[in-house]
């Protein structure tokens, strides 16, 4: 299994271009999370979905949108860049059911600078 | 989920145990103690997760105070990968899709 992917590993915005992080996951997890890490400081967490055409907003979902379509792939779409917006973006996903164990399993990130 | 208060950083020699703390008084009684690591720029990494019972797997044991009030992660024999920032995190077991809490942990640091 490759586990959780992410695409792109960086990238440089300008203030008010869009952009779409790419999120996918092999291990037919049913729940999936975006996060965001500011420099020195803890993984917020942007949106997160239950399955398949379920999303819901976490602490800081002002400026993105995401959308689930299928189990595996959870993009976060960024509309309008902002410099506030300039941080590492981890997905993970995790199993929840049956009393499971539902350790998150996180991406490599993407490292968005916006300019 | 309960709040958790963790050392800002701390030193280890290699070889050695690696003993972080942490502290959780509000802990409810349906709530575990999970750890995570961040290792320089990757994802998070799951460690080690217990209720009441001490646990121990491959990577570590955890060891939770009869009262659960805190509980210390040991990391057996510190090797220089084991550098990174460890997370103490409560949380409800299977506690829905709300996602994890992030302090800003504990930097770890392994000395050769």
């Known amino acids: 299994n490759a586990g959780v992917t992410q695409t792109p590993k960086f990238r440089i915005l300008k203030i008010g271009q869009s952009m779409t992080l790419q999120c996918t996951q092999d291990m037919n997890h049913n729940y999936m999370y975006w996060y965001r890490q500011d420099p020195g400081m803890g993984l917020k967490l942007i949106y997160y979905?239950?399955?398949?055409?379920?999303?819901d907003k976490g602490e800081v979902p002002n400026g993105y949108n995401v959308s689930r379509s299928t189990t595996e792939d959870f993009p976060l779409r960024l509309e309008l860049a902002a410099p506030s917006q300039t941080s590492v973006y981890f997905c993970?996903?995790?199993?929840?059911?049956?009393?499971?164990?539902?350790?998150?399993?996180f991406g490599p990130g993407t490292r968005l600078t916006v300019l | 989920d309960a709040k958790t208060t963790q050392p800002p950083s701390m030193d280890c020699a290699e070889g050695r145990a690696a003993n972080l703390p942490c502290n959780h008084s509000?802990?409810?009684?349906?709530?575990?103690v999970y750890w995570y690591r961040q290792i320089h720029s990757q994802g998070p990494q799951y460690i080690i997760h217990?209720?009441?019972n001490n646990e121990t797997n491959e990577m570590a044991s955890l060891i939770i105070t009869e009262d659960r009030k805190s509980s210390t992660l040991i990391l057996p024999h510190a090797t220089l990968r084991d550098t990174a920032v460890y997370y103490c995190i409560v949380r409800v077991f299977g506690g829905g899709a709300d996602g994890l809490t992030f302090g800003k942990g504990t930097h770890l640091i392994i000395q050769p």
């Open positions: 993970a996903s995790s199993y929840s059911g049956g009393g499971v164990t539902d350790t998150q399993y």
């Open positions: 509000t802990i409810s009684g349906n709530e575990y």
């Open positions: 217990g209720l009441k």
């Open positions: 979905s239950v399955g398949a055409g379920i999303t």
